[in-house]
C-alpha cells in the first residue's frame, strides 16, 4: 500500500485531514496533517470519514475503486504533484479523473467530490512521502510501535449534487464514508434520487 491511509480521516466540522492517534473518553484525539501536527480531541459528535473506507464509482454498478489505488493511479500518471487543484477549471478537474478512472460513474460522482480528491491528495502527497511496494509490505510486517488508532465501522452515505467547492465538513460522495448524509438530492439529472447506490462487493460492512 505505497500511502498509506489507515489513519487518516476528515472529520465535519474540522478543515483539513487528520492522523487518528487513539480513542478517548468524549471522542478521538486526532492530529492534524500539516506542518504543526497538532493534537486535539475530536468530539464524539462530529462525523469521522476514513480515507482507507473510501471508494469512487465506477459504470459497473458493483464495482468502485478504492481511494487508496486512486491514489497509486494518479502518483504512476502525475508523481506526488497533482496537476490540479481545487480551485481548477471543471473541465481541468473531470478530465484529470478521467484520466487516472475512465469509466467513473459520471451521474454519481460530482464535481464536489473530485475536489476533495484533488484536495486530499496534494495533503497526503505533501506530508505521507510515497512508499514503493517492497518498502510498504516491509513496514506492514513490522511491530508496530505507535499508538493504535481507533478503527470506526463503515456506513454507506448516499451521493448528492454539488458544483461548488465542498466545505469542510462534506463527505466524499462514494459507499465508503463514515458520516451523515447530505440533503437529499432532486430527481432531475441525478438517478441516484431515486435508486440508492450499490455499494461494492469489495466495501467493508
Known amino acids: 500500500m505505497p500511502y498509506e491511509l489507515q489513519e487518516l480521516a476528515a472529520i465535519s466540522g474540522m478543515p483539513g485531514l487528520y492522523r487518528l492517534v487513539r480513542a478517548a473518553r468524549h471522542g478521538v484525539l486526532v492530529e492534524s496533517l500539516d506542518e504543526k501536527a497538532t493534537r ?13 473506507e473510501i471508494s469512487i ?7 468502485t475503486v478504492p481511494l487508496t489505488e486512486v491514489f497509486e493511479r494518479i502518483y504512476q500518471k502525475h508523481g506526488a504533484a497533482s496537476p490540479v487543484t481545487a480551485k481548477s477549471s471543471e473541465d481541468e478537474l473531470t478530465s484529470f479523473l478521467a484520466g487516472v478512472i475512465p469509466d467513473y460513474d459520471r451521474d454519481r460522482v460530482y464535481l464536489s467530490d473530485i475536489k476533495k480528491l484533488a484536495s486530499w491528495y496534494g495533503i497526503v502527497s505533501e506530508h505521507r512521502p510515497y512508499q514503493e511496494a517492497a518498502a510498504a509490505e516491509a513496514i506492514e510486517e513490522a511491530p508496530a510501535t505507535t ?11 448516499k451521493a448528492t449534487k454539488a458544483d461548488t467547492e465542498p466545505s469542510a465538513d462534506e463527505p466524499l460522495s462514494t459507499g465508503g464514508v463514515i458520516g451523515a448524509a447530505d440533503e437529499a438530492p432532486t430527481a432531475e439529472g441525478n438517478p441516484e434520487a431515486t435508486a440508492p447506490a450499490k455499494k461494492s462487493r469489495k466495501k467493508a460492512e
Do not use: F, G, H, I
Not at 40 to 52: E, G, H, Q
Not at 57 to 63: G, K, R
Not at 147 to 157: D, G, L, R, V
Open 40 to 52: 486535539t480531541l475530536a468530539p464524539a459528535r462530529n462525523k469521522v470519514s476514513l480515507l482507507s
Open 57 to 63: 464509482y465506477t459504470q459497473d454498478p458493483e464495482e
Open 147 to 157: 499508538e493504535e488508532a481507533p478503527k470506526p465501522k463503515a456506513k454507506s452515505a
